[in-house]
């Protein structure tokens, strides 16, 4: 669910920018001018070994984010980021390779990196939505919810009234609990965004913990009726099916769920709880591991998200042009 929420914010920084017309002997414009227009001759291969020579030769942050920007559109993402990181410390205020920065971190599922830079844009850029909204999905990648909860909020606050960031805020209430506020969040959003799978199977969460068992089942079914791999809408079945005591067709609602979103935690949980009822504790011992090894992992997570230092930008530091 937080990959629909990601794909709906994500561009590239910078996606049009051009480079100043150059002056005279100036070589760094004019070698990226020529890679410019290897671009716009579809010459991509020719436009990526200008863009690598100008970044080399001037250390320029301008060249190395269209060299990523290149990169990104072919699939290179581990090159993308390799030269967003090498701008970074070229350019550390540079508002334009740190958006960019976060966003390919994000695309590839990087929190760590990604949360770097915008928690440094935050801070530069205090007023601007979209940044604590992507710094808030980072952070509930990576399991901080607590955290993410806060970016969500102070994006809410800066631009009200957005869906997407009404429906991840929603997600963070649900996985801290949170389940009245987490329905607020997520009626708003609907009434914003009315067919949206990921709000419906969140909100169908929310109304399932709450004991809203016919409403949580009626949104479930709606949400997998627009969107069949929607992983929370099978877990709501399968907590419905599981309060029923219908613990065989709860067991199968689960493993729906498991195999459409096989990073999260909750399904393995439950499975364990089923498989106990059904009397297979061979396979609850397995869900329950599988269950411990994810939260393992988010703990790490949330430990090398908290732990990592960001000293590139400092708090309210004027954004950087790059060169």
């Known amino acids: ?13 910078a996606a049009d920018r051009q480079p100043p017309s150059p002056a005279p002997g100036d070589d760094r414009a004019v070698l990226l001018e020529k890679a410019a227009a290897a671009m716009e001759a579809g010459r991509r291969d020719v436009a990526g070994r200008l863009y690598q020579e100008a970044a080399e030769r001037f250390q320029s942050a301008g060249a190395l984010l269209q060299l990523a920007r290149l990169q990104s559109t072919e699939g290179d993402v581990q090159g993308a980021l390799s030269s967003l990181l090498t701008a970074r410390t070229l350019a550390p205020n540079s508002e334009e390779v740190l958006s960019a920065l976060g966003q390919v971190a994000l695309a590839a599922r990087m929190p760590v990196p990604a949360a770097g830079a915008l928690d440094a844009l935050t801070r530069m850029c205090p007023d601007v939505a ?15 919810m607590v955290r993410a909860t806060e970016a ?10 957005r869906a997407l960031t009404l429906t991840a805020l929603g997600l963070a209430y649900n996985s801290r609990k949170q389940f009245a506020d987490a329905k607020a969040a997520l009626t708003r959003s609907l009434e914003l965004d009315p067919d949206s799978p990921p709000a419906i199977a969140a909100l169908a969460e929310s109304e399932a913990s709450l004991g809203e068992f016919a409403a949580a089942e009626r949104d479930a079914r709606r949400a ?3 969107s069949p791999d929607e992983a929370t809408a099978h877990l709501v079945l399968g907590l419905v099916r599981f309060e029923e005591g219908k613990y065989a067709e709860a067991r199968d609602a689960f493993g729906r769920a498991a195999a459409a979103d096989p990073r999260s935690a909750k399904a ?24 411990r090894r994810k939260l393992a992992q ?16 400092k708090p309210g530091g004027a954004p950087q042009s790059r060169r």
């Open 268 to 291: 393995d949980y439950q499975l364990s709880l089923v498989h106990a009822r059904l009397g297979d504790q061979a396979a609850a011992e397995r869900s329950l591991e599988s269950y």
């Open 1 to 13: 669910m937080i990959d629909v929420l990601l794909a709906a914010a994500l561009t590239l920084a």
């Open 298 to 313: 988010i703990d790490e997570n949330v430990k090398a998200m908290r732990a990592a230092t960001f000293p590139a930008a």
């Open 130 to 144: 979209q940044y604590h909204y992507l710094l808030g999905v980072a952070l509930m990648t990576a399991g901080d």
């Open 152 to 161: 969500l909020q102070a994006a809410d606050r800066l631009e009200p009234g």
């Open 224 to 226: 997998l009726a627009a």
